[in-house]
């Protein structure tokens, strides 16, 4: 697929990234910072994230993406190599990173390929991620910025990772045709026994999967059959980030639900009056939340 064919898909990056452009310039509320680590107390992936560096709305979302119990069943441990596809705006990062720092660990960010034609957005996603990062180099450490898109080169040093993380960012990669590469950039980086995490909203089994995703849903078997022809070995799968009341057939696919809320297609005006009551009740996606190995 040619590089205009993959950035030309109206919304991908909006996907991405907007939301977190958006509340960059957002002052957040004072919140109780959390207790200093020391070396008598080290930082703990609950620490991370009640730290003060998070926003309020991005500490409301915990009780939708549940991050310490899926980094806990992923596997994350103290001092580890971690690399996070396209990070967006860091609400993951915002945990990642503090707890990588203070335990002698290293983050990867591989976000947009910003050296393609004619996509002046991701160039300004990335540089307000960098920015936030180095904002606050204390909290973050140094996190290694790279990239990844469809002529990037390695998104971290091959067999340096302990954990790779696709934060539903699956969907994108389909639409982009993306998706084989995605799989084998992350089997590359990983160690012999290094794993690969994935939360993916989750289509309704037994239909047939789009291969584009056009609604931001796919089925959990196609997951794993992809993972699979790329080398990896299921190890686990979690209903962490499970939600039973996501019907799955919305009008503006995944995204009219919480937190992008759309009321008309990607790319066109909000519709006034649009009534997002029944969306808000459902809350955010259902998600698959799942975990695999490369072999040793």
């Not at 396209?86 to 990062?93: D, H, K, S, V």
């Not at 084989?180 to 999967?209: S, Y």
């Amino acid at each position: 697929m040619s590089q205009g064919l993959w950035w030309s898909r109206r919304g991908l990056l909006a996907g991405v990234g907007a939301l977190g452009l958006a509340g960059c310039g957002r002052k957040a509320d004072k919140v109780a910072a959390a207790k200093p680590a020391t070396k008598a107390e080290p930082m703990t992936l609950k620490a991370a994230t009640l730290g003060d560096w998070r926003s309020p709305a991005d500490k409301a979302r915990d009780a939708w993406r549940h991050p310490v119990e899926s980094l806990e069943f992923w596997g994350l441990k103290p001092g580890q190599t971690v690399v996070e596809f396209w990070p967006g705006a860091g609400w993951y990062t915002d945990i990642l990173a503090p707890y990588l720092a203070a335990t002698g660990g290293k983050l990867y960010a591989a976000s947009l390929q910003t050296d393609l034609p004619d996509e002046p957005t991701a160039g300004e996603i990335v540089e307000a991620y960098r920015h936030k990062l180095t904002a606050k180099p204390k909290v973050y450490g140094e996190v290694a910025i790279t990239a990844f898109g469809p002529s990037s080169g390695p998104v971290a040093p091959a067999g340096s990772a302990d954990l790779v993380l696709f934060l539903r960012n699956l969907h994108n990669w389909m639409a982009a045709g993306l998706t084989e590469k995605a799989f084998r950039d992350a089997f590359t980086v990983l160690k012999p026994g290094g794993v690969l995490g994935i939360e993916e909203h989750r289509g309704e089994p037994g239909r047939v999967q789009d291969v584009l995703a056009a609604d931001g849903y796919v089925q959990q078997a196609y997951v794993v059959e992809m993972a699979k022809e790329a080398g990896f070995v299921l190890a686990g799968e979690s209903e962490i980030n499970a939600n039973p009341k996501d019907t799955k057939d919305h009008p503006f696919g995944v995204w009219t639900l919480p937190p992008t809320r759309l009321s008309a297609p990607r790319g066109e005006p909000a519709e006034p009056g649009f009534d997002h009551a029944k969306y808000d009740a459902i809350g955010e996606s259902d998600r698959m939340t799942l975990k695999f190995v490369k072999p040793k």
